[in-house]
């Protein structure tokens, strides 16, 4: 069966990109030392993987998507690329040091067996570190207001974080820490709400087709209709209005570091 990422890889290569603070981040809370091997579970294309790699850490990247995994591959050989999903972790238990999962956890078929499954391959004190938005944060979007009905969808796609809270203790996980991210105007990585401060990113198509919110759950006629809505507001300066209307304090995407107790 093809992937959701199998249809648009190539595209979403072309306007994701690991984003330097972001991965500063990754780095700082995952705390990787050299030597060590470390998973990134639904790694896409790579771009974090690499970023990280490029400081010196072992990655094993795996992605159930072919596509995306093919363009893994072409750009860097010093890392472990496998095909395999996050509820199948093709990997002997108590294998890794740690692991990251950025803007996955809404593609995971199960959440309880995907976090089930990282424990087993983790060894004990390990840290895993998730990258990720929570329905409360994406109620605050200004894109709310253009494009209301791919907004719902996508929260409803998006687990609470109550329920990943819940998942990961029950699976055996402690955390640690939680640390809200507000994107920045320079964010280079184009993900759903990368045009929070340049809402004229959303009307280039190619940046919209690298967002799966847009490329797979979105409504054709409500996009057509928002986006000449918000073309307008942009030319008016409108668009300042409804930006600052929707300024909140919960945060555009969260870090979250929890670490495997002992058994």
């Known amino acids: 069966m ?77 890392i472990d690329w496998q095909k395999g999903k996050v509820e199948h972790i093709p990997i002997k238990d108590n294998f890794f040091h740690g692991a990251i999962a950025t803007l996955t956890t809404h593609h995971w078929k199960s959440l309880s067996k995907g976090f089930e499954e990282l424990f087993r391959v983790l060894k004990a004190e390990a840290t895993l570190l998730i990258f990720t938005s929570t329905p409360k944060q994406m109620s605050g979007y200004w894109l709310n207001h253009y494009f209301p009905k791919m907004l719902k969808e996508s929260m409803m796609q998006m687990p609470k974080l109550d329920l990943v809270e819940e998942s990961l203790k029950n699976a055996g996980f402690e955390i640690s820490t939680m640390e809200k991210y507000f994107v920045k105007s320079d964010l280079k990585d184009l993900f759903l709400y990368a045009g929070k401060h340049n809402p004229e990113l959303y009307l280039d198509e190619k940046i919209r087709y690298g967002i799966s919110s847009f490329s797979s759950l979105a409504h054709h006629a409500e996009v057509a209709t928002g986006l000449e809505r918000l073309k307008t507001d942009i030319t008016s300066g409108k668009i300042d209005e409804i930006i600052e209307n929707h300024e909140n304090t919960a945060g555009d995407y969260l870090y979250l570091v929890a670490r495997k107790t002992p058994s």
């Open 2 to 78: 093809k992937e959701k990422y199998d249809k648009i890889g190539v595209k979403n290569n072309a306007t994701r990109k690991a984003d330097p603070f972001l991965a500063e981040r990754l780095f700082y809370h995952l705390k990787p030392q050299k030597g060590l091997t470390y998973l990134d579970i639904g790694c896409g294309t790579g771009n974090y993987t690499i970023a990280l790699n490029h400081k010196g850490i072992n990655f094993i990247g795996i992605e159930p998507s072919d596509e995306m995994l093919k363009i893994a591959k072409s750009k860097s050989n010093n």
